[in-house]
T-cell receptor
Framework: GEDVEQSLFLSVREGDSSVINCTYTDSSSTYLYWYKQEPGAGLQLLTYIFSNMDMKQDQRLTVLLNKKDKHLSLRIADTQTGDSAIYFCAEKGDDKIIFGKGTRLHILP | ETGVTQSPTHLIKTRGQQVTLRCSSQSGHNTVSWYQQALGQGPQFIFQYYREEENGRGNFPPRFSGLQFPNYSSELNVNALELDDSALYLC???????????????FGPGTRLTVL
């Protein structure tokens, strides 16, 4: 079946790097995503990676994909207070997107 | 270009009642998906509409139904409300698969439904 797992909480000091990890089960997924949800707001697509890529970098964001282990990670460099949010890992299913439960990122001063 | 809008923002209903939630898709998007996000959970796929037809459904009972209109706006209807239906309901619009292969979905802010 399809399932996406991620840790629920992460605390990081401002200026440090944040690494959010995720595992997924559907090896046929073509795209994997990271979404950001801030309080009172809808989901915002942060970045995505195609399944034949190992890494994708976009400014402060780095996505690493280990397809053999079905492991996806999101690294946020120089974490800022504005990065405080819930981050969802997601995979593309047939007609839908399957989301994890989200990782709440807390920024320490 | 207007984004995805949803109405109402909040709603309180009692068990057994019926509710209709509305969504206007982003300009040019003809595919609308609905998700249910319970507290502390990730969004769960309810169904998707493409050109006014249901185009995929998640593991939700038939009392969850939908409509898509010629202008691509959409409704989610839930009959015989249960306490567990309390959640944030998210609508997302997108282009069909071939036009946007990575299937970026643009989400609205959601409707918070509370069932008492």
């Amino acid at each position: 079946g399809e399932d996406v797992e991620q840790s629920l909480f992460l605390s990081v000091r401002e200026g440090d790097s944040s690494v959010i990890n995720c595992t997924y089960t559907d090896s046929s997924s073509t795209y994997l995503y990271w979404y950001k949800q801030e309080p009172g707001a809808g989901l915002q697509l942060l970045t995505y990676i195609f399944s034949n890529m190992d890494m994708k970098q976009d400014q402060r964001l780095t996505v690493l994909l280990n397809k053999k282990d079905k492991h996806l990670s999101l690294r946020i460099a120089d974490t800022q207070t504005g990065d405080s949010a819930i981050y969802f890992c997601a995979e593309k299913g047939d007609d839908k997107i399957i989301f994890g439960k989200g990782t709440r990122l807390h920024i320490l001063p | 270009e207007t984004g995805v809008t949803q109405s109402p923002t909040h709603l309180i209903k009692t068990r057994g009642q019926q509710v209709t939630l509305r969504c206007s898709s982003q300009s040019g998007h003809n595919t609308v998906s609905w998700y249910q996000q319970a507290l502390g959970q990730g969004p769960q796929f309810i169904f998707q509409y493409y050109r006014e037809e249901e185009n995929g459904r998640g593991n939700f009972p038939p009392r969850f139904s939908g409509l898509q209109f010629p202008n691509y706006s959409s409704e989610l209807n839930v009959n015989a409300l249960e306490l567990d239906d309390s959640a944030l309901y998210l609508c997302a619009s997108s282009l069909p698969g071939l036009a946007a292969p990575y299937n970026e979905q643009f989400f609205g802010p959601g409707t918070r439904l509370t069932v008492l």
